[in-house]
């Protein structure tokens, strides 16, 4: 079964720190993974992705990918009020054009 | 670039009625697009994928016959809710693949309310 876990917080931090968001998959014949924001009653909007291990950064934004362990990671820098949201993670398998999402992570930065 | 939209945004019916959902790629073509339907504070649930020029594939536990997809073009997909009832009242986003990696585009969603 392929199944994507995400801690469901509220993972709180202060505003101008660093927020890191992880989240976990079950099947090594995974492709891609994907990161989405979603705002209280507004659809996902997709902040990055990334396919191979190591890190890839995108503004304040760093995803980091360890296919060996399993796990990817998504770090914001310099966290403002504007980043509260929920964060989802999704994994492309292999073979596969859907996407399986984790129930996402709400993170809250607080002023 | 990969912009999705959706029409209309909110929409409330009468039980027993249907309702049409459409979503655009405004600025790609999709060959493929996905419905999801999110419940207040519950995660995305994927309903079927929609394949321009063929019948859509759906997921366990959804009813084609009531969620009745359409794809005639690369462009258009279009959701239609048949004989709606209160329980089908949900939030429904469409997606749409682009890019090298096939990331997907959500629209803004369409909350519909049935009463």
């Known amino acids: 079964q392929k199944e994507v876990e995400q801690n469901s917080g509220p993972l709180s931090v202060p505003e101008g720190a660093i927020a890191s968001l992880n989240c976990t998959y079950s099947d090594r014949g995974s492709q891609s993974f994907f990161w989405y924001r979603q705002y209280s009653g507004k659809s996902p909007e997709l902040i990055m992705f990334i396919y191979s291990n190591g890190d890839k950064e995108d503004g304040r934004f760093t995803a980091q990918l360890n296919k060996a362990s399993q796990y990817v990671s998504l770090l914001i820098r310099d966290s403002q009020p504007s980043d509260s949201a929920t964060y989802l993670c999704?994994?492309?398998?292999?073979?596969?054009?859907?996407?399986?999402f984790g129930k996402g992570t709400m993170l809250l930065v607080s002023p | 670039g990969a912009v999705v939209s959706q029409h209309p945004s909110w929409v409330i019916c009468k039980s027993g009625t249907s309702v049409k959902i459409e979503c655009r790629s405004l600025?790609?073509?999709?060959?493929?697009m996905f419905w999801y339907r999110q419940f207040p504070k519950q995660s995305l649930m994927l309903m079927a994928t929609s394949n321009e020029g063929s019948k859509a594939t759906y997921e366990q536990g959804v009813e084609k016959d009531k969620f009745l997809i359409n794809h005639a073009s690369l462009t258009l997909s279009t959701l239609t809710v048949t004989s709606a009832h209160p329980e089908d009242s949900s939030f429904y986003i469409c997606?749409?693949?682009?890019?090298?990696?096939?990331?997907?585009?959500f629209g803004p969603g369409t909350r519909l309310t049935v009463l």
């Open positions: 600025d790609f073509q999709a060959t493929t």
């Open positions: 999704a994994v492309r398998y292999s073979g596969y054009s859907t996407l399986t």
């Open positions: 997606s749409a693949s682009h890019g090298a990696y096939n990331e997907q585009f």
